[in-house]
């Protein structure tokens, strides 16, 4: 039995917003892959190989940054006991495995022709599949757990895991000595490459905020009908 | 043996499939949850 509130489905107004900002999202993403196409000379060791930077870093980060939003509302659930919550951090968590599973796609692409290999049990690769594995494995403790409050629960902690294996993704490079370059940040790559990197950083975060969101109000909606359904079932057995 | 750009056209096109499939995942789960939504409402006032 739930104690939190009930969510209640957001209303037409709020989501048409939200729909002009996924619009401004994507358009602000195809305007930024193709201004750091175009800007971005050949790397003078990678060639154009180096353009998949632009894509498999920010996609990186989402996958780093998602979690983290999947630990804060977790602790707020376990605090509050605040339904919503929850939903924001299975939003998120849905969203971090999508972006870990397409981090992990194009770090294999960009691997095959620079390493010569598809993948190896790599400290970076290595612990960036064991966030994957992690997010899947909220995902699937979602699916199975049919008690609301425990569902919650048990999902909370295994995000709370997943969280604390973000940092040692991120320092794996520097803790291990792996195949995998330093962290690529715009401190770390040419000077020619950061604007491409900074505008497709923004880009993904825009575009992760909004799939968080549309999520978020997707699941607002599935529970505001479980509610109804539980009071027409309640209502029906009072008749 | 497959060129440079191969590789540089795979990873944008695999970035998009991703975006775009999540985005169709999402739409469906809302059209879903909405269904579910009406379908509840309709049976609670009867």
Redesign the interface.
């Known amino acids: 039995m739930s104690t939190g509130a009930i969510a209640e489905p957001i209303s037409a107004t709020r989501t048409r917003g939200w729909t002009i900002f996924g619009w401004f999202a994507f358009a602000f993403l195809i305007a930024s892959q193709a201004i750091a196409i175009a800007i971005s000379p050949p790397d003078r060791d990678m060639g154009d190989l180096q353009k998949i930077m632009y894509v498999h870093v920010p996609s990186a980060w989402m996958t780093m940054l998602a979690p983290l939003t999947v630990l804060v509302f977790s602790l707020k659930y376990l605090w509050s006991r605040r339904e919503q919550d929850d939903l924001v951090a299975a939003s998120a968590a849905e969203v971090a495995a999508t972006f870990a599973g397409l981090t992990l796609a194009l770090g294999m692409i960009w691997a095959r022709p620079t390493w010569g290999i598809w993948w190896t049990w790599d400290a970076r690769l290595t612990s960036m599949l064991v966030l994957f594995l992690i997010l899947a494995g909220y995902l699937a403790v979602r699916a199975v757990v049919d008690d609301r409050d425990q569902r919650a629960q048990w999902s909370a902690a295994v995000g709370i895991l997943g969280a604390i294996n973000v940092p040692i993704v991120y320092m794996s490079v520097r803790w291990w000595r792996t195949l995998h370059q330093i962290q690529s940040s715009p401190s770390t790559v040419a000077p020619a490459y950061v604007i491409g990197l900074r505008l497709n950083a923004f880009a993904f975060l825009f575009v992760m905020i909004y799939f968080i969101r549309r999520r978020y109000d997707a699941a607002l909606t599935l529970r505001a009908a479980e509610h109804a359904s539980e009071s027409a079932a309640l209502k029906g057995g009072a008749a | 043996m497959?060129s440079?750009?191969t590789?540089?056209i795979?990873?944008?096109t695999?970035?998009w499939i991703?975006?775009l499939g999540?985005?169709v995942h999402?739409r469906r789960?809302?059209r879903?949850?909405?269904e579910?939504?009406d379908?509840?409402?309709k049976?609670?006032s009867v």
């Open positions: 497959m440079n750009t590789f540089v795979a990873a944008f695999v970035t991703a975006l999540y985005l999402v789960v809302e879903r949850a909405r579910a939504l379908h509840a409402t049976a609670g």
